[in-house]
């Protein structure tokens, strides 16, 4: 959701489900502090099975702290709703959870560069939430990657619990590559053989929610492999800073010759795609999938919808994999993108009961319900990812994916649609007019022009 264009539908579970799921999920009702009555604002974006699990849990930690009431305030990321929520909320100092996008330590740019912190990173930098570093709950997770995420000058500005695989997202449809004598491709090579085949066949390749730019999936994810390509994992986070660092000094630039590649590589991928794609938006885009079990093998989306599409269609056989961006299987590894982070701002109104919940969220048998429900890779080292249907790929290959990113560092004149922030992919072809090789050209002049002292 950080960064990148992310799936949103309406909440479909009422509250009161969430009670009588509680011995469906496992949950945990510890016994809690006897707080006296009191209300604590929970704030995340929507995502449906997020949002039930969440409930779930927020039943449980009522149950336990009698007299309390969980309120959770939730709003789809499209056409602006969460992020007005989130302005709302903050404005009026009315939350005490508010979940927020996972960061990484290059979205605190040197001084020298003159960008100031933006979004959650602005929050963070300008001491807007509690430092969680030192609270016990933070004990069940990795600590160098809470540090990654959300540390800032030493301290940890909140806990990331959910990662997905965003940029490289791909679903599919195990029947269909059955009954062409096709297997899940490693290499780009045989990635857009398997498109080839398929098309002869009478099918189309790939669904993608054009409309709302679902496409950039493939795009980032083939580039970020490209740029990866046989650093290890853990070398991630300095390869993307020294990127950035390149960027800024114009050793590098959108027209640079990786960025051409993972261009002539993704115009390719989107010569198999639906028709109609840019007409697709994002919140139907799993179902209408999920429904069409004879067409569309491939699935650009990312792995935030497996349990979505299982619901549409429980029948459906179906798998989630990493788009092999380059000729190198080895190379093509996930994207993930860490996500959910709960923080607590300093001025809430009920920080210790907070911090409760918190603790709560995170113990093990809580946890381990919430991401079976989320499909989510686990942030706790003692709760194992979920083997769920169409999962196996993931729970193998997973631990061998990187930390992704997406953007260099932008100057503070660029503004929002500005060409130095690389290509508008719903502009270039299929979607648009332009090529996207004359899109990186046109982005790399602004990217120029904007650095210029």
């Not at 209300?39 to 039943?59: C, F, G, K, M, R």
């Not at 935030?304 to 599409?309: F, Q, R, S």
Request: glycine residues 8%; negative net charge; charged residues 15%.
């Amino acid at each position: 959701m950080a960064d990148r264009t992310r799936i949103t539908r309406l909440s479909r579970v009422l509250a009161a489900t969430a009670a009588s799921a509680l011995t469906a999920t496992g949950l945990t009702a510890c016994g809690g502090s006897g707080s006296s009555s009191n209300t604590l604002v929970v704030a995340e974006w929507t995502n449906a099975s997020a949002v039930q699990e969440t409930q779930a849990i927020d039943a449980a930690f009522e149950k336990a702290h009698p007299g309390v009431t969980v309120k959770l305030e939730t709003a789809p990321t499209t056409a602006g709703a969460w992020p007005a929520l989130q302005s709302s909320l903050l404005a009026a100092k009315n939350v005490d959870v508010l979940a927020q996008f996972a960061q990484s330590p290059e979205k605190y740019p040197p001084a020298s560069t003159g960008i100031q912190p933006s979004g959650t990173a602005a929050l963070v930098a300008n001491g807007q939430f509690l430092d969680l570093g030192s609270q016990p709950f933070m004990k069940r997770f990795d600590p160098s990657t809470q540090q990654f995420t959300m540390g800032y000058k030493g301290g940890v500005y909140g806990v990331t619990t959910a990662e997905y695989v965003n940029n490289t997202g791909l679903f599919y449809k195990k029947d269909l590559l059955a009954k062409y004598g096709l297997s899940v491709p490693t290499t780009f090579d045989q990635f857009v053989g398997d498109l080839k085949v398929l098309k002869s066949k009478g099918v189309s390749p790939v669904f993608v929610a054009g409309k709302d730019g679902y496409q950039s999936i493939i795009w980032f994810g083939i580039y970020n492999q490209l740029l990866m390509r046989a650093q290890p994992a853990s070398a991630a986070n300095s390869l993307w800073i020294q990127r950035d660092q390149q960027f800024w000094q114009g050793r590098q630039n959108w027209n640079s010759q990786v960025y051409e590649e993972a261009a002539q590589r993704y115009e390719q991928i989107m010569s198999y795609i639906e028709p109609d794609a840019g007409g697709v938006p994002a919140q139907t885009a799993p179902g209408v999938w999920a429904a069409n079990a004879d067409n569309y093998p491939f699935l650009v989306d990312g792995s935030y919808d497996g349990n979505t599409i299982a619901t549409a269609n429980p029948a459906l056989d179906f798998g989630f994999f990493a788009v092999p961006g380059t000729d190198n299987a080895s190379w093509n590894r996930a994207d993930l993108a860490p996500d959910l982070t709960w923080t607590v701002p300093k001025w809430a109104k009920h920080q210790t009961l907070a911090l409760e919940y918190l603790d709560f969220f995170t113990q093990q048998s809580n946890y381990a319900a919430w991401v079976k429900a989320t499909g989510s890779v686990s942030t706790e080292p003692a709760v194992p990812t979920p083997t769920l249907g169409w999962t196996d790929w993931l729970t193998t290959h997973a631990s061998q994916g990187f930390i992704g990113t997406t953007l260099p560092w932008l100057p503070p004149s660029t503004g929002t649609g500005n060409p130095a922030g690389g290509p508008t992919l719903t502009n270039t072809r299929p979607f648009g007019d332009q090529s996207l090789t004359s899109a990186l050209d046109q982005s790399a002049q602004a990217y120029t022009a904007a650095v210029k002292p």
